[in-house]
């Protein structure tokens, strides 16, 4: 996903994206020729995770993304519980996923969503029938009880659970790749570590990986979770332990044929 302002941004757009497709050897003839342009929709923006029990939506958990999105490339970073949404919004974010539920046919099973909330409204940008991916499936436990496992699980059987909310917050970092090189080691993971209310540094890219950031790169380099009294405090202290961090990185040397060696 690439943001575009203009004319000239969009064509620039279009030629890297164009390039990224042309590398995905996995993808279809015809999605590696078809591109979407769609309006930019300014606000800040939820996660939500949900359950459908014969046709109802059910509320699992709303996660804020307090880092602006607004590009250019679109990096998820921060997801903190629970919501600062009001107890009106929510109750009109939940019907809006409803509604598009229905519309979409979907009756049963977990449902993740992403949408944007600002003075017109509520925008959906995603309604998939599928649970949260990677680590941050962790953060379900905070605002359920339950393990994502869990909860499907147990939905699969029929057997309704009585979700038990936790006091207190909870949040997760994807950490970004800041640039493109060969890892070689990360400063600062005691440092992270020690900062107040983190729970756990997981760094999931062993040295020697080649790390490409957005937009044509598409993975983390790993997680940081904390847990506090306060959703603020949950977010203050991923920030803390991200910025103890240092990745350092040797140059990438590959040869371009009819160039000479290039970084």
Known sequence: VIRANNQHELKAAVLRIQKILLQRHDLSEGARNTLLIEAFIPGDEVAVEAMLFNGKLELLTVFDKPEPLNGPYFEETYYITPTCLGAEQQVKLLATLQHACQAYGLKEGPVH??????????FILEVAARTIGGLCARLLRFGTGYTLEELVLSHAMGRKLQLESDTGAAGVLMIPIPKAGLFKRVEGLLAAQRVPYIEEVNIQIREGYELVPLPEGSGYFGFIFSRAPEA???????REAHACLKIITAPVWKIEQGKSWVA
Not at 232 to 238: D, K, Y
């Open 113 to 122: 969503a992403e949408c944007r909330i600002n003075e017109n409204g509520i």
């Open 232 to 238: 603020s405090q949950a977010e203050q202290a991923l």
